[in-house]
């Protein structure tokens, strides 16, 4: 495939609906998610998207019920403690973006060394953004820059202390379910995203529905202000 975006971010929505759709509780639909997520990953590698970013957890989605947040956090710690995981199994790169310092401690560790044990791979690099806030993270960085002793911003240095630091901007945005907003996602590296809002709930997304997704941002005309 030609015109493959570089990065990918996806909105993963539409669990609860589908978990309620089949008069099951909200928490299996996340269980489902985690398995579109696994296909998802390996759809990238196959089909050389270099960066995609999940959005898996809101800095708002605290918000939720304690029973929902906590089985969010059991199935990213199964998942990420699972022995040869598909991120090692199929030298697929992790790192995370968002403050990690709220999730329970054994939750930070398995991150933290999903993240040391994949460092050195240059494939495909799988960001997952957890209590990621669009606005957080811009307040963050500017609050880095400040600290270091900055005395003005600009775009560029923004855009670099921001938790995806040298990560290209994210050149096609998903969200699924069929819900037209962003919730706080990646407000600055969205600036000239291609948004694209498929109407499938997240538990039920495979590779079938990311190859339309790449057919849809490939026939788009991406002019940046300019003209063409
Ligand atoms: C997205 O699915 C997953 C997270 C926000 C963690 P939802 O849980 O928001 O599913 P709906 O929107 O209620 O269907
Ligand atoms: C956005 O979905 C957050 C994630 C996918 C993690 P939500 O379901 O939380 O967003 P709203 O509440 O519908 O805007
Ligand atoms: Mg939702």
């Not at 089909?47 to 059991?74: G, M, P, Q």
């Not at 403690?81 to 398995?110: M, S, Y």
């Not at 957890?130 to 240095?157: P, W």
Request: net charge positive.
């Amino acid at each position: 495939m030609n015109n493959i975006p570089t990065h990918i971010g996806i909105i993963m929505d539409g669990n609860g609906r589908w978990a309620t759709k089949r008069g099951l509780p909200r928490t299996l639909g996340h269980k489902q998610g985690i398995k579109a997520i696994e296909k998802t990953v390996l759809a990238c590698q196959k089909l050389k998207i270099k960066y995609c970013t999940f959005f898996a957890f809101s800095t708002e989605n605290w918000k939720r019920s304690k029973e929902e947040v906590d089985t969010i956090f059991d199935l990213l710690r199964q998942y990420l403690k699972k022995d040869n995981n598909v991120f090692l199994k199929h030298k697929i790169k992790v790192d995370t973006i968002g403050l990690l310092d709220k999730f329970p401690k054994d939750l930070q560790d398995a991150l933290a060394n999903i993240k040391e044990q994949t460092a050195s791979f240059t494939d495909t690099c799988i960001i997952f953004a957890l209590n990621y806030g669009g606005r957080d993270d811009i307040v963050r960085a500017v609050n880095k820059l400040i600290t270091s002793g900055c005395k003005q911003v600009s775009e560029e240095l923004i855009l670099h202390s921001l938790d995806t630091g040298d990560i290209p901007e994210p050149d096609l945005v998903i969200r699924t379910s069929g819900e037209t907003r962003i919730s706080n996602f990646m407000l600055y590296q969205m600036a000239y995203s291609e948004l694209y809002f498929p109407k499938v709930l997240w538990p039920d997304f495979n590779e079938k529905h990311l190859i339309k997704c790449l057919e849809v941002y490939q026939k788009r005309n991406r002019r940046f202000g300019g003209l063409n």
